[in-house]
């Protein structure tokens, strides 16, 4: 099984920024970011094949989340930027053991992280 170990949460004013990484114990074809807000189903966030690079970005981060993959540490970082108070969610790693592409669905991923919170106010 894949280990996945998230770091960087916090809290930040509104237009702030906060980077999220997120180690694996071993090789994936696919890593995302989950979030999830209190009384609301856990969303897809980004996504990317870490075969390919490509990434897939949910309409509400577009412009403003970025992430980016580390090979050689087996690590993903997620750097958001102009933060606001409606990204204020419970957020997850998680990794696929097949290759990604096109909208992120939960059922897609193997391992999950334990979350890291990120609160905007």
């Known amino acids: 099984d894949v280990q996945l170990v998230e770091s960087g949460g916090g809290s930040v004013q509104t237009g702030g920024t906060l980077r999220l990484s997120c180690a694996a114990s071993?090789?994936?074809?696919?890593m995302a970011w989950f979030r999830q807000a209190p009384g609301k189903e856990r969303e897809g966030v980004v996504s990317?094949?870490?075969?390919?690079?490509?990434?897939y970005y949910a309409d509400p981060v577009k412009g403003r989340f970025t992430i980016a993959q580390d090979n050689a540490k087996n690590t993903v970082y997620l750097q958001m930027n102009s933060l606001k108070p409606e990204d204020t969610a419970m957020y997850y790693c998680a990794a696929a053991k097949i290759a990604c592409g096109g909208p992120i669905t939960a059922n897609w991923y193997d391992y999950w992280g334990q979350g890291t919170q990120v609160t905007v106010s």
């Open positions: 990317i094949n870490t075969q390919l690079g490509t990434t």
């Open positions: 071993g090789d994936t074809y696919c």
